[in-house]
């Protein structure tokens, strides 16, 4: 059975610190992992990864897949208290593209 | 990314009801899933909504209970029938525009069963 396990559950930083988000998978056929932002309903698309070692970087949100160790990294740099939301790792798998998701890192930032 | 209307965006039911939710999307899209998130869960994928034919479900979930429709490219309902408080979740569409392209969500309905 595919499996996707994140790491915390749950973050509390103070504003201007780093954080790394951690995503580990067990899937067959694995195809790309993903990175969502969730702050209501809509999850919020961050980051498609397909390869191993190449980061991905959207302002002070960064991400790396070691396909080798089966895992990802999130990080957050210079946070903001707009950054408070669930982030969900989800994988693609099969030809189906079915997601997987993991159960997603509560992050909050205080002033 | 596509813009994926979702409707209704709320909504409070009594139990032994059914509910349709609408999913359109502004441009075709290759594949359409449906997603359900119970209180404090992840997102669990309810089943893949194929065009013109009968929609793939996962384990757990029944076309009695969670009927799909995809008539074209742009466009799927959910059913949510005979409903029971245990139903209370936020249900997602979703939506990929090709293989190589991620998943985008549309913004949810969030389903209470009283």
């Known amino acids: 059975e595919d499996k996707v396990v994140q790491s915390p559950l749950s973050l509390v930083v103070h504003e201007g610190d780093t954080v790394t988000l951690n995503c580990s998978y067990e899937?067959?056929?694995?195809?790309?992992l993903l990175w969502y932002k969730q702050e209501k309903k809509a999850p919020t698309f961050l980051f498609m990864l397909?390869?191993?070692?190449i980061e991905k970087k959207s302002g002070r949100l960064s991400s790396i897949l070691d396909k080798k160790e089966l895992f990802s990294i999130l990080n957050i740099t210079a946070t903001q208290t707009g950054d408070s939301a669930v982030y969900l790792c989800?994988?693609?798998?099969?030809?189906?593209?079915?997601?997987?998701f993991g159960q997603g890192t509560r992050l909050t930032i205080n002033p | 990314s596509a813009v994926i209307s979702q409707k209704p965006s709320r909504d409070i039911c009594q139990r032994g009801t059914s509910l349709t939710i609408q999913c359109q999307v502004d441009?075709?899209?290759?594949?359409m899933f449906w997603y359900r998130q119970q209180p404090g869960q992840s997102l669990t994928l309810i089943a893949t909504?194929?065009?013109?034919?009968?929609?793939?479900?996962e384990s757990g979930f029944v076309i009695d209970k969670f009927p799909i429709s995809r008539p074209n490219l742009t466009f799927s309902t959910l059913t949510v029938s005979n409903m029971s408080p245990e139903d209370s979740s936020i249900y997602l569409c979703?939506?990929?525009?090709?293989?190589?392209?991620?998943?985008?969500f549309g913004d949810g309905t969030r389903l209470s069963i009283l």
């Open positions: 979703s939506v990929k525009r090709d293989t190589n392209q991620p998943q985008h």
């Open positions: 899937v067959t056929n694995f195809r790309s």
């Open positions: 397909t390869s191993s070692g």
């Open positions: 989800a994988v693609s798998s099969g030809g189906a593209q079915k997601l997987v």
């Open positions: 441009s075709q899209v290759t594949m």
């Open positions: 909504a194929n065009q013109g034919s009968e929609a793939t479900y």
